[in-house]
């Protein structure tokens, strides 16, 4: 495995067809436009305040497309999120245009994944180089999405905004690990290896169309703020406190559920008719056998 260290084969900054003003309105950003670390973090921890994840698109069964203009009509101007390879694909376009160099990288995801059961590659992440630093960003892990930049340094506690992350090495690969309630939970396992857009486009067209795909059969929803992570599984209701407690809450009606989407997700909601019958059968299976 290549060293995270090496600075061989650095990528160079590409150009992209990302419309920075309309980004930087969408997630509320007036700094420096420098391929920096300060821009870089603020970028970051803004995109995941603001863009929430979710998965309406293949649950709904419409199409999920990895072109930056269709990425920036949903996410940009119509307040929509998206998963994975939206979030960190659309990161990555900006990046690139502000100068940074970056790669993406895929990954395997361990977290809520049995002991020694291997999954299939389904996860998009970035590798972007700031000066001579390597680091790891992803906007686009749901509920634990890293709210600030990882240096790629093994065995190092980092800070972020929210949880404290690490990485270490395993069987020749990187495990991206967060420390949640005093405990180091794996979230997902890659290589340095370079993917490119045809890569992802694969891997998301079999999360949206694998009939056993947990994004076509469930609804995942999260955003982070200063000071909590809102989740939503289906129809429970989660909100984790900084550093506290974590509150759930059931909700039973499609009003609800609508309600939560808009006004904590901050999510405008796709005009599409069979929206209201899949979220009621989420709530009926939801629903105890009696």
């Not at 003003?21 to 305040?49: C, K, M, N, S, V």
């Not at 390879?85 to 970056?102: D, P, Y």
């Not at 180091?184 to 056993?212: A, G, I, M, Q």
Request: net charge negative; hydrophobic share 40%.
């Amino acid at each position: 495995m290549q060293s995270p260290f090496s600075q061989e084969n650095k990528p160079e900054p590409a150009v992209s067809g990302i419309d920075l003003d309309a980004y930087f309105r969408r997630i509320g950003y007036a700094g420096e436009r420098t391929p920096t670390l300060e821009t870089l973090r603020a970028l970051q921890r803004l995109h995941t305040e603001t863009i929430a994840f979710e998965n309406l698109n293949p649950l709904l069964g419409l199409p999920v497309l990895l072109d930056i203009d269709s990425l920036q009509q949903k996410m940009v101007h119509t307040g929509r999120g998206g998963y994975c390879f939206e979030q960190n694909h659309l990161l990555s376009h900006v990046l690139k245009a502000l100068g940074f160099r970056v790669r993406g990288l895929a990954a395997r995801v361990l977290w809520n994944v049995p002991e020694g059961e291997v999954k299939a590659i389904s996860h998009k992440l970035l590798n972007v180089e700031v000066g001579d630093d390597s680091f790891l960003v992803d906007v686009g892990f749901g509920g634990l999405s890293p709210t600030g930049p990882l240096l790629l340094e093994l065995d190092t506690v980092q800070t972020t905004p929210h949880e404290p992350f690490r990485l270490i090495e395993s069987s020749e690969e990187l495990v991206v690990q967060a420390q949640v309630k005093d405990e180091w939970k794996s979230l997902y396992r890659f290589t340095l290896r370079e993917h490119l857009l045809p890569d992802y486009e694969v891997f998301s067209w079999y999360l949206c169309t694998n009939p056993n795909s947990y994004f076509i059969n469930n609804l995942a929803v999260a955003r982070s703020t200063a000071d909590r992570r809102y989740g939503l599984r289906n129809t429970v209701f989660t909100t984790h406190h900084l550093g506290g407690e974590s509150e759930q809450r059931d909700l039973a009606s499609v009003a609800e559920i609508r309600s939560v989407l808009e006004e904590v997700f901050l999510l405008t909601l796709p005009d599409v008719t069979t929206l209201d019958s899949v979220l009621q059968r989420l709530i009926d299976q939801a629903a105890p056998i009696s």
